[in-house]
């Protein structure tokens, strides 16, 4: 590198970046020591002053510089060009447009790219990840967790077939990513090797062999250096069905008629269990059929296995009590009052959504001791169309009729909560799953379905239409009641 000149930056450039004049040689820490290269990509391979790129030891180490530049970057780039360029040629100052130019067509390309699209994860975020992948969450529960997008979350987890890497280790005695922190910045003060092997307890030719491995006493540093040790390290090997294409095609038949991996294993075993070629685990053949990027497999008969899965899950993967779609203060059946469970009283009613084609609904709400059946159109199942709705209906119904409302787990009554305010009906909630505790108001909507039939589109009928369908039924004797009607049970209430 030529030796530093005294002579200053011209204004222009200094007024450019936002900064005062620098003087060639003043690049600010931690640029000290980087060498610099031409890029015949920017300004069409035209080498003028400024089109220089830093490069470090290797290319991941330019996401560093990009976190360095990344409030100033146009700053780096004047840097750069007011230090590197030749001091034997005579300077002509750039134009405005030509840095912009520079700065658009090199940095923005091979520096800044990094922080374009979703971010990255850390090792560290990477590992929190499968720890909870492992533990059985969901992904929209680790999305929540780490403060990615699910797809991210996705991602990851679809690059190994959603099962858990093991862990990366480094072999005792390798250099430290402290040991090696100190070797750069004892490069940068400017100290012996034999030096910085004495104060770390190494042998000289091990840090000769680590920098010069790196680039050399000018461009080593420690980030570079570690991810490379790191890249160096790995021991890719072939899985079983790579190194034995007999066995993967009669694996991949197997798969194409719809076979379990166990049921492959076994019938290997029965017709050949002499033959140690086709010696393999159900485990071996369920991490090359979701561990897609092997292309051991055709991805596509990953769907030909009965949970047709895109990703393996293991046993302990459960969303049992995780918060998925759960309504906020629910109050369980358990709480409701023993009168709505004798149906010693009337006004206890039971409610659900009576689903149509093209995505249309009804809502039905029954009296547990009358049997009285009112019907409400809905335009949407969303909560905000639902509770209002629900609010209007109450208000027009027969006071004897508004004491408590049962509902399932639909979330289309997640503001429940506005109901009890408006109307003062206290609702509870089944368990999921559990339509047998709603028994009344399944019960209904099958004389309710003689009327309304399945595949038909609800959105048609008016709520005039609703109330003369209710009416029918209303009027129609139960033998529940003693051959009374609905309506008559709740002219006989008090």
């Known amino acids: 590198m030529p030796a530093a000149s005294s002579s200053p930056v011209p204004a222009g450039l200094g007024q450019l970046a936002g900064s005062p004049p620098i003087r060639r040689g003043e690049l600010p820490s931690p640029l000290g020591r980087l060498r610099c290269l031409p890029d015949p990509r920017c300004c069409r391979g035209r080498r003028h002053p400024l089109v220089y790129v830093l490069a470090l030891a290797g290319a991941k180490s330019l996401t560093a510089i990009a976190e360095w530049a990344a409030d100033a970057p146009d700053r780096l780039l004047l840097h750069c060009g007011a230090m590197l360029r030749d001091p034997e040629r005579p300077y002509r100052a750039p134009s405005e447009a030509t840095v912009r130019r520079v700065l658009q067509q090199c940095w923005l390309r091979a520096v800044c790219v990094a922080r374009l699209g979703r971010p990255g994860m850390s090792d560290e975020m990477k ?35 959603g099962i858990a890497p093991e862990s990366r280790k480094t072999r005792s005695g390798s ?3 402290d040991e090696r922190e100190e070797i750069s910045r004892r490069l940068c003060a400017g100290e012996s090797y034999r030096t910085i092997a004495g104060l770390l307890g190494r042998a000289v030719p091990t840090i000769s062999r680590e920098v010069n491995n790196n680039g050399g006493r000018d461009v080593y540093r420690a980030i570079a250096a570690q991810e490379r040790a790191l890249d160096r390290a790995r021991r890719p090997k072939q899985c079983l069905l790579a190194r034995r294409p007999a066995l993967r095609q009669t694996v991949v038949r197997l798969l194409e008629e719809e076979w379990s991996p166990g049921q492959i294993v076994g019938h290997l075993r029965r017709h050949h269990g002499d033959d140690p070629v086709t010696r393999i685990s159900h485990e071996t053949i369920c991490r090359s059929v979701y561990t897609t990027r092997w292309k051991v497999i055709p991805r596509e008969l990953c769907k030909r296995l009965r949970t047709g899965r895109p990703i393996r899950k293991n046993e302990h993967h459960t969303v049992k009590g995780q918060w998925r779609s759960q309504i906020t203060d629910a109050r369980p059946i358990e709480e409701r009052p023993r009168a709505a469970e004798d149906r010693s009283e009337s006004g206890h009613l039971e409610g659900d959504l009576l689903i149509g084609s093209n995505n249309s609904q009804v809502a039905t709400l029954v009296d547990r001791k009358s049997r009285f059946l009112t019907v409400v159109k809905l335009a949407s199942r969303h909560t905000t169309v639902v509770v209002p709705a629900l609010v209007e209906t109450y208000e027009r119904m027969d006071p004897r009729l508004r004491s408590t409302l049962t509902w399932d787990r639909g979330m289309e009554l997640a503001a429940h909560k506005r109901l009890t305010a408006d109307i003062g009906v206290d609702v509870f909630f089944a368990a999921p799953r559990s339509p047998w505790q709603r028994g009344t108001n399944e019960n209904t909507n099958k004389p309710l379905r003689q009327y309304l ?25 139960r033998k529940c009641l003693g051959f009374r009607t609905p309506a008559e049970s709740v002219a006989l209430t008090g």
């Not at 492992?134 to 077939?161: C, D, M, N, W, Y």
């Not at 959105?459 to 039924?473: E, G």
């Open 175 to 177: 250099l430290t990513m």
């Open 127 to 161: 590992a929190d990840l499968w720890r909870r992948w492992r533990a059985g969450e969901s992904i929209s529960v680790i999305s929540r967790q780490i403060g990615k997008p699910p797809g991210s979350v996705f991602t990851v987890l679809k690059h190994h077939g």
């Open 453 to 477: 039939p399945k595949g038909t589109n609800l959105s048609t009928f008016s709520q005039d239409d609703l109330d003369a369908i209710a009416t029918k039924l209303n009027n129609r004797p």
